[in-house]
């Protein structure tokens, strides 16, 4: 499933092509991905002029002048064509700008979804409404963390993959991100200690901005909005490296929490 860096990566990729410009067609192929489409997304859609475009955890948002945004996620396979040089069967949204260049939300398998939301209502839109800070907004660092994890008897990871606690992070990125920060992934949250804490908080904020500026994983089917398929996969540090080296001279293990795979060094990543 395309992370938050993927995600991100998205959005600052349609950002240049849909910022500022009329919709002039805006066209739904199917009634429904995961869940039913708007019926009414053609028609509050088109004509509408894009504002901007943002991200709120594992979402992309495209704000228009109408008052409604777009809501999009992408699941396990969508992705953003611009200006494709033909029509792709799965193809479910169609999207042409007054300045004529065209876009398709394609997704093969149909997990991700669409939905049309009045922009003063996305806090309380029900995915958002509970969310924790930004990983990337200046609410997250260390003093923030002991404050939700105080008392906390779960594992570090598990607390880090809670969208209560933090918008938007994933199992790959919390994996490196632990790693980074030297920090065991069974350990126990409410444990921690702040130095360690800040310490985290700003390996969390490292590992991001690196596989943005990187543009997002080469994981399954993820690819940008213009085609070229990321490539932070080959700077992990212990994501789906077990059995090999860590830097420290230690070895990459692989437990499953979960359901989840978890990636770390035992010589490193101490409790």
Known sequence: MPELPEVETTVRGLTPVLAGQRLVRVEPRRADLRKAIPVDLRQRMTGATVTALSRRAKYGLIHTDRGDTLVFHLGMSGRWRVDPAEALAHDHLVVETGEGRHLALNDPRRFGFLDLVETTALDAYPPFAAMGPE??????????????????????KAMLLDQRIVAGLGNIYVCEALHVARIAPTRAAGQIALPRLERLAIAVREVLLAAIDAGGSTLRDYARPDGELGYFSKQFLVY??????????????????????????PRCQRN
Not at 145 to 156: E, N, S, Y
Not at 250 to 255: I, K, L, N, P
């Open 240 to 265: 789906g490296r077990e059995g090999e080296a860590c830097h420290c001279g230690g070895t990459v293990r692989r437990r499953v929490d979960s359901g989840r795979s978890t990636f770390y060094c």
């Open 135 to 156: 990983p990337l907004g200046p609410e997250f660092d260390g003093a923030y963390l002991a404050a939700a994890l105080k008392g906390r008897v779960a594992p570090i």
